[in-house]
């Protein structure tokens, strides 16, 4: 079964999304992310991907409180990502109630340095963040395209001891214009033992039932909540 996994994302403490990434573009949807974390789990939901969009521009976690709060006050299973640069970060998140962290740009920058982590608290701990654009790894905040292949860089992780993978398509992301579903079907293809997290884009039902049949583990949904073009309830059949 295919986990879903709603995505709270922070600014100054409260729930918002971003366009394509940028801060330029960003709407504010609620004050309280306890409340939406507590609707996500009355509707069912398991699992929240929590981002902390201060931290990833101050590169140090911001929002640890947000965390903290979520965590001690819901059942849900928590990544958490956003500012992870350091050793010191990760324990953080940790220790604020993450159960697991998602590893993003320094996966690209320092692969050594997650690797590490990979090894210190396991991957079923560690997620490693595949933004992309087109077929290669996007880099800077989303601002450039590496000639990083997306699928190499699955590859080499994979044979670090890496499983999970959070691949956000940022073109797609916060557009409610649909998955890149073929992407996701190749990479599932050559990569069958990768735990591919599909992001960027969701926007209907009908998009999950194909990331589902594709075989994805997992598929995080963003804007298509809170603009109401996919209701929690209509998440029902998905969650067990």
């Known amino acids: 079964m295919m986990e879903i996994i709603p995505a709270i994302d922070i600014i100054g403490g409260q729930c918002v999304r971003l366009t394509e990434g940028d801060f330029a573009q960003q709407t504010t949807y609620d004050s309280n992310p306890l409340e939406v974390a507590k609707r ?13 969009l201060d931290g990833a521009r101050a590169k140090k976690p911001v929002n640890l409180a947000v965390l903290e709060n979520i965590a001690a006050n819901t059942a849900l299973t ?14 953080q998140a940790f220790e604020a109630g993450a159960s697991q962290i998602t590893a993003g740009s320094i996966a690209v920058r320092e692969p050594e340095t997650v690797k590490d982590w990979l090894q210190q608290y396991g991957p079923d701990k560690i997620i490693v963040g595949a933004d992309f654009k087109g077929k290669h790894i996007a880099i800077s905040a989303w601002t450039e ?28 992301d916060g557009k409610l214009q649909g998955p890149s579903s073929e992407t996701y079907r190749q990479l599932q293809q050559a990569l069958p033992q990768a735990g591919l997290i599909a992001s960027g884009g969701v926007t209907t039902v009908e998009d999950l039932k194909v990331l589902q049949e594709i075989g994805v583990k997992g598929a995080i949904i963003g804007k298509a909540i809170y603009e109401g073009t996919i209701q929690l309830k209509d998440l029902k059949e998905f969650v067990c």
């Open 145 to 172: 395209e590496s000639n990083y292949a997306l699928q190499d860089f699955i590859a080499d992780y994979l044979k670090a001891g890496a499983q999970l993978f959070i691949c956000t398509d940022v073109s797609k």
């Open 40 to 52: 996500f789990e009355a509707n069912g939901i398991k699992r929240l991907h929590l981002v902390d």
């Open 78 to 91: 928590i990544d958490f990502g956003g500012g992870l640069q350091s050793e010191e970060a990760v324990r």
